[in-house]
């Protein structure tokens, strides 16, 4: 599979419902997990909300969302990401080391629960990234 490039949207607690009317306008398939689903819940009441929720469309398009859990702040206006995506970990290992070049990086990119690598960088310029390296 080659690397993907598409936006990841955080939500409050609506992520769910998001996703349904973007799958509506859009069309294709929703995949979504739990807090539960991964044990990954902050509280009781992270266990229904979206750890990581994906939409692929007809006409190519994916869109990836997530909730807040509980603990972490929900800043409006600074609540989307762009995602990084594939099983290429040379290339992707590059992006992520270039981004973080004069950046912040907020999640080391380590191997996940889910069982891939997976690592967040604030860029020079303030911009969100969110890079995967697929467990193949």
Avoid: C
Wanted: glycine share 12%; aromatic share 12%; no cysteine.
């Amino acid at each position: 599979m080659a690397s993907r490039l598409n936006p990841y949207i955080q939500f409050e607690s609506s992520a769910r419902e998001a996703m349904e009317f973007y799958q509506s306008v859009f069309g294709g398939e929703v995949q979504s997990n739990t807090f539960a689903e991964f044990g990954a819940s902050h509280g009781p009441d992270d266990d229904n909300k979206l750890m990581h929720s994906q939409l692929e469309t007809p006409s190519g398009f994916t869109l990836m969302a997530a909730d807040t859990p509980q603990g972490m702040p929900y800043n409006p206006g600074e609540n989307m990401a762009i995602s990084l995506s594939g099983d290429d970990g040379e290339e992707l290992r590059g992006y992520y080391a270039k981004l973080s070049d004069g950046g912040k990086v907020t999640v080391p990119l380590e191997k996940q629960m889910w069982g891939d690598e997976f690592g967040m960088v604030t860029d020079k310029f303030g911009v969100s990234w969110m890079v995967n390296v697929a467990n193949s």
